[in-house]
Structure formats: C-alpha cells, structure tokens
C-alpha cells in the first residue's frame, strides 16, 4: 500500500468514524426531542381546536404516516443488504425515527376521533392554498394549489418496482441505490412538512413537521456525502 493509498484510508476511516458517532448522537437526540415532543402535543391538543377529517392536519397525518412506514422499509432492507457499519446504523436510525412518528400520528388521530382512513384521495390537502393563521414557516413553495393532484403519488415515494429492485441488490449497489431512493425520499418528506406548516398553526402538527422539516434535511446532506463516496468514480471505501 503507498503513502497516498495509506493516507486516504486512515482520513476515510476518520470521517466516518465521525458520521458514525454524529448519527449516534443524532440518534440519542431524536428520542429525547420526541419525549419532550409527545409530552407538549399531549397538552397542546388540549388548546387547540379538534381538526376536522378534511382539514390539513388529519390529511398529513394519514398521509405522512403511509411516507414514513415506507421509509421504515427502505431502511430495513438495506440493513440486511450490507454489511456497513455507516449504513446499517443510518438505516436503524430511519426505521425507529420513522416508526415512532408514524405511531405519533396515527395516536393524533385517534385522539381526535377521525378516521384512519380519510374520505378524499391522498395529497388532496395538499392541493388547498394556505390559510391566514397557519404557521407560516414552509420554504419549498409548497402553497400553490397546483404543485399537486389528489391521488397523485406522494413526494418521492418509492415506486414498487424501485423497491424490489433494492430488495435484489447486495453491498455497495445496495448501499448507492437505498441513498438515491432515500435523499428522494427525505425530500418528498421536507416538502409535505413544510406544506402543513403553510396549512397549520396547530402546536402538535406545527412541532413535529418542524422536526422532521430539520432533521431530514440534515440528513439529506449527510447521505449526499455518502452517496458520493460510493460513486465509481471515487476511491474505493475500505
């Protein structure tokens, strides 16, 4: 092994090192972020008025929930794809982030009564302008009632051909293909978030879509590192 080549494995092995401890870190963050978070939407919900089975609430929460648990299973599928330490501790992180807040939204629901199942096609709420009085703190444009069609498919939703297509792959094009379809993913997250921010002003949806507005765009940055270091053009990963 030469110098160079010696060199670039030991500032390899020291960047990921350091992503590895930051999304542990992450990792410990989220749960306490989404203590405190349930703790707040349980006494928030006692304020603010009960939303409606239409309204944009109830529709990203149903929505959001459907996203999520697909996230969940890109996650897992990757886990028993590679053997990486980075990626398989990413893909934990994602599962149990994303499973928690598709169980925090399906307990909003029920709460308020509404249905699991909602009467309009998915993303119909999305398709509704802002309204006076909503949080106000979207940043993707997402208020033009024509960005989306009711019944449309989510934002950066896997397609089931795209998923099977993960599910056969094994190492490093598994890795590659599950940070494509996930940055994907993540986007399509961050705007239906900052959608209901532009459509909510209640303290529970207005708090979690926040965070996952912040910790998915976090994460975007920190899976476009890794998908480049996976590139073919790039030296090899030791």
């Given amino acids: 092994m030469t110098a160079n080549t010696e060199s670039h494995v030991v500032e390899s092995d020291r960047r990921r090192g350091g992503r590895v401890a930051a999304i542990a ?58 053997d990486d330490a980075e990626v398989r501790l990413l893909g934990y992180d994602i599962a149990t982030t994303q499973a928690q807040q598709a169980g925090q939204m399906y307990g909003w629901l029920a709460e308020w009564g509404i249905s699991q199942a909602g009467r309009e096609p998915s993303m119909t709420w999305m398709t509704r302008p802002s309204v006076d009085g909503a949080a106000g703190h979207g940043t993707h444009a997402t208020s033009d009632p024509g960005t989306h069609q009711p019944g449309a498919p989510m934002p950066g939703l896997a397609t089931p051909a795209q998923v099977e297509e993960l599910r056969s792959l094994t190492g490093i094009a598994a890795e590659r293909r599950f940070l494509e379809l996930m940055i994907a993913h993540h986007q399509g997250a961050v705007e239906m978030a900052d959608a209901v921010l532009d459509r909510s002003s209640n303290d529970v949806v207005v708090a979690l879509a926040q965070s996952i507005v912040d910790s998915q765009t976090s994460e975007i940055d920190l899976m476009t590192d890794m998908l480049a270091e996976r590139s073919p053009d790039s030296p090899p990963v030791e």
């Fill in 25 to 82: 870190v992450a990792s410990v963050a989220l749960v306490v972020v989404a203590i405190a978070a349930f703790s707040i939407g349980r006494l928030s919900t006692l304020a603010d008025p009960t939303p409606a089975d239409t309204s944009a609430e109830a529709g990203f929460a149903r929505d959001m929930q459907v996203h999520h648990l697909q996230g969940v299973e890109l996650a897992m599928i990757v886990r028993d794809a590679t």
